[in-house]
């Protein structure tokens, strides 16, 4: 195959003069960059709708020199709202960073405004300005129409300069009017496209503008030149001329691109342009390409085989050249003549001789349009083709017809790329790694050339090579007649270690504890990756092995891809082991005592119980679990249940670590009342001088005390009577036994019937 050096500034590719781009589809050219409010519609392109505060831009994103100018025309519609704002053409800086329109209003894009800064970059703006503020010096405006100092200067064109003078007013022709600055009765016309969008010069409402800066003589800025075609009778266009040869005065960048911006403020207007066609201005200081004959290039038959220009293949003789393209012919005669439309076929580098077949292979521009491949099909050894090529530069200036020439040989059979004596698909290495391969085939070789990802790494004299790093890769070993004998691919991989974290200390909660740390790694996938930990001692862990008892120390852990050999860094953590560990324990009892029941070994509802730690290690939390629902922090609580049940007290102590113990006990609750009867009284003592019970949890009382014969010697309902005071009908009664009945009614509504005896002492 033969190979050729790239030449030094292919730096656009099929990118360059002339450029045209009719904004009349749904799509556009690749450099063509829209912003703003702006919008294709399919017939052309809107910068603004007839709204208010919109503003549109678009530019194109090729540099040209400046030492040769530029030339531009293009149609444009201003209609449909109530007379604002009006639309720039402007040129800035290929050198800036990157673009920023400027103010708008009636900035109209291009000067500052309202605080905001100008065009970033800006050298030259040329305003069409329907509602008359680009022209003179409001909203912060650096000049304007001589005494207009914030008059409407409606119907105008206005040329303001570089950002760096400020964009200051240079010029401008009031294009409705006559006086100074204004035109001929016969040659005035309004801004505005009047009918809306037309579809033809000889509408009424149509606007075509032309514009010529050309390098001034005198070497400082360019003479503009600005024509428009106007129709405001139908059927007659005509022709009318703003500026002729005005110099305009200011050095520009070594290098422009071009653009155009539209905007709206209070009041509204579309504002739409289509048909733009640029080229360089100073025509005939260019001159076209020189592009030598290719002879006998070696192809290889059954394999595609490319081919680019050297600078030496190429003279291209302006400043700041390089190759736009190549067009392809089969004979000098089939090269055509400059075309009048230098946008038919899409201009110097349309899609068109870009292919040809012939019996032999197939010849084409590769997909750069800077070099050639040629596909010789097999069975064509031996034999040759000839055919012509031409070069077009980014100005556009085409080379004459040159000739190019194939010579076929036989390709040999490809060869193996091996890894360790095997042929391998896919291979994965570690960071810093290197991976030898190793080339064979079936005969000798003259020389080896080794390929990443498609470009040339080396090119050695024998048949092995050493890679450092990811990729793809292939070998291409040419024998003496100059064909390659191709290996497969070789791909080469260096799976990115995953993110690596793990909690830190963790904590065994007494010294015999199994730790499994693989629990406190985050997003742990034993799926994917491998996992290890070294000891303190040196010892290594990977994976299950991890479940393990640990000694307190400082740990690193690592992980891997499965399949590769490959561990990442070592993260440090660390391992803390309890030795003394905690053991929960209580005890309750009945709030007030030491008793876990009542005399009747019950525990009422209404009881304060309180609960009592009796834990043993290092605690430093309590969580108490009262088995109802409720819970409590505090190391030794007191708690009243409310209701009957059988209740699961759970103690949860922790110790540092976050290491636990629990204790559980249960406590029966089935009475919510106690009714507790004196076995006798004495009436004439100073205590103990009334019968009655001692209750609790009692909603109602009826107390009724019989002699040892079941008289009725007293009654009462009244829950909170003092009781029976040994007299009956206002008489002692003697000592002795007496019996009593008691009907209550507990506060949960459970009915109860005491009875008994007691002694009276007197």
């Not at 200081?285 to 220009?309: I, T």
């Not at 084409?364 to 077009?392: H, K, M, N, R």
């Not at 896919?426 to 080339?439: K, Q, R, S, Y």
């Not at 491998?530 to 303190?536: A, H, N, S």
Request: with cysteine.
């Amino acid at each position: 195959m033969a190979s050729f050096a790239l030449i030094t500034s292919l730096a656009y590719g099929q990118a360059g003069f002339p450029y045209c781009e009719s904004f009349q589809s749904n799509t556009l050219r690749q450099q063509t960059v829209v912003g703003g409010n702006a919008r294709l519609t399919g017939q052309v392109l809107q910068l603004t709708e007839a709204r208010t505060n919109q503003n549109g831009y678009v530019y194109i994103d090729i540099p040209f020199a400046s030492s040769f100018g530029i030339k531009a025309s293009f149609e444009y519609f201003i209609y449909g709202g109530d007379g604002a704002d009006g639309l720039t053409m402007f040129l800035f800086d290929a050198g800036i960073g990157s673009f920023s329109p400027g103010a708008f209003g009636g900035s109209l894009g291009y000067a500052q405004g309202n605080g905001r800064a100008g065009l970033s970059g800006a050298y030259l703006g040329v305003g069409l300005d329907s509602f008359g503020n680009f022209g003179n010096q409001v909203e912060g405006k650096n000049g304007g129409f001589p005494g207009a100092f914030d008059q409407l200067q409606p119907n105008s064109i206005v040329v303001r300069g570089p950002a760096s003078a400020g964009y200051p007013f240079v010029t401008g022709k009031r294009v409705n009017q006559g006086g100074d600055f204004g035109l001929p009765a016969a040659d005035r016309f309004r801004i505005e496209s009047e009918g809306g969008r037309v579809n033809g010069p000889n509408m009424v409402g149509h606007r075509r503008v032309f514009i010529d800066l050309r390098p001034s003589p005198n070497g400082v800025g360019f003479l503009l030149t600005m024509d428009m075609q106007v129709t405001t009778v139908a059927g007659a266009p005509r022709m009318v001329n703003l500026f002729r040869d005005f110099a305009y005065p200011y050095p520009p960048p070594p290098n422009l691109k071009i653009g155009f911006s539209a905007s709206t403020g209070g009041n509204t207007n579309f504002h739409e342009i289509r048909n733009l066609q640029v080229e360089v201005s100073a025509e005939d200081d260019l001159q076209s390409p020189v592009a030598s004959d290719l002879s006998d290039l070696l192809a290889c038959a059954g394999q595609e085989n490319s081919y680019a220009l050297t600078a030496s293949d190429v003279f291209l003789p302006n400043d700041n050249s390089v190759v736009q393209c190549i067009r392809l012919y089969r004979s000098l005669e089939d090269i055509p003549t400059e075309e009048d439309d230098i946008c038919l076929q899409g201009g110097v580098c349309g899609d068109e001789s870009k292919v040809l077949e012939f019996p032999e292979g197939i010849v084409q521009v590769d997909d750069s349009g800077t070099g050639v491949t040629f596909f010789p099909f097999a069975g064509t050894e031996g034999q040759a083709i000839s055919l012509f090529y031409t070069v077009a530069d980014n100005y556009g200036k085409t080379s004459a017809g040159s000739l190019l020439s194939f010579s076929i040989n036989t390709t040999p059979a490809p060869v193996d790329l091996l890894v360790d004596g095997m042929p391998i698909a896919t291979w994965n290495i570690c960071p810093g790694e290197e991976l030898p391969l190793t080339a064979v085939g079936s005969e000798a070789y003259e020389y080896y050339e080794w390929y990443r990802f498609g470009e040339l790494v080396d090119t050695t004299g024998d048949n092995e090579f050493i890679l450092t790093r990811a990729g793809e890769y292939e070998v291409w070993a040419y024998n003496a007649l100059g064909c390659p004998a191709k290996s497969s691919i070789l791909t080469v991989e260096q799976p990115p270690f995953p993110a690596l974290a793990i909690e830190s200390p963790i904590v065994a909660c007494f010294p015999e504890e199994l730790v499994d740390v693989r629990q406190y790694i985050e997003e742990y996938d034993e799926e994917v990756y491998d996992y290890r930990v070294i000891t303190p001692d040196g010892d290594e862990f990977v994976n299950e092995e991890m479940v393990a008892q640990y000694v307190a120390g400082i740990y690193f852990v690592s992980v891997k891809n499965k399949g590769t050999d490959c561990w990442s860094e070592n993260l440090e953590f660390r391992i803390r082991v309890v030795p003394r560990p905690v053991d929960a324990a209580f005890d309750y009892g009945i709030d007030g005592s030491d008793r876990k029941t009542d005399d009747e070994g019950f525990v009422l509802t209404v009881d304060p119980i309180w609960f009592r730690d009796q834990s043993t290690g290092s605690v430093i939390g309590w969580e108490w679990d009262f088995g109802d629902g409720n819970s409590s922090r505090t190391r030794n609580p007191i708690h009243i249940y409310g209701q009957k049940g059988d209740f699961l007290v759970t103690l949860t102590v922790r110790s540092e670590g976050n290491c636990e113990s629990i204790a559980q006990m249960n406590i029966a609750i089935h009475r919510s009342y106690r009714v507790m009867f004196p076995t006798g009284f004495t009436p004439t003592s100073t205590q103990n001088t009334h019968f009655r019970p001692k209750t609790k949890g009692i909603a109602q009382m009826e107390l009724l005390v019989f002699s040892a014969w079941g008289e009725l010697l007293f009654q009462s309902d009244d829950l909170n009577t003092p009781g029976w005071d040994g007299n009956v009908n206002g008489k002692d009664a003697p000592p002795g036994t007496y019996v009593y009945r008691v009907n209550l009614v507990a506060e949960d509504g459970e009915e109860i019937v005491k009875t008994g005896k007691f002694l009276m002492v007197r």
